[in-house]
């Protein structure tokens, strides 16, 4: 059972790789340059003779949703950064702030979730102690 455990993390570190570089090539400037010359060269060497305009139509918006694909994970590739920079100097200004969560976009899904399990079982313990403090306030009033 371990063993198929670890071949699953092996496989989901890859495809984290895979999916990385994916977002990486897909908000790329010069990849959209080039897929913008595709498209070109696609729609002018069309046989346009036998084709209607309805479908003249539909190939323009296929073109125009093809594009707006990069172009939104440009934006968020740039958003995506710029937000994790933010965040980094926000946790390394506090000093009670854990480190372990610095780099965290590096991780695996695997390490995110438990990190997440770790935040929400100190929420649990925040809440436990803030109920023990409102008791024992009202006991004291």
Do not use: C, P
């Amino acid at each position: 059972m371990e063993r198929i455990k670890q071949k699953y993390r092996a496989f989901e570190r890859f495809f984290e790789k895979i999916t990385s570089y994916g977002s990486f090539l897909l908000g790329n400037s010069i990849i959209f340059f080039i897929a913008v010359i595709l498209i070109t060269f696609w729609i002018l060497h069309r046989n346009y003779n036998a084709v209607i305009a309805t479908n003249l139509i539909g190939d323009i918006i296929q073109a125009v949703t093809f594009l707006s694909l990069f172009i939104i994970q440009k934006t968020f590739n740039h958003f995506s950064a710029s937000l994790q920079i933010k965040l980094n100097e926000l946790i390394l200004s506090h000093d009670q702030a854990s480190n372990a969560i610095v780099n965290i976009e590096k991780k695996s899904e695997h390490e995110i979730i438990e990190l997440q399990k770790e935040y929400e079982d100190l929420e649990n313990i925040l809440k436990e102690e803030e109920e023990k403090e409102e008791e024992e306030e009202k006991n004291d009033a």
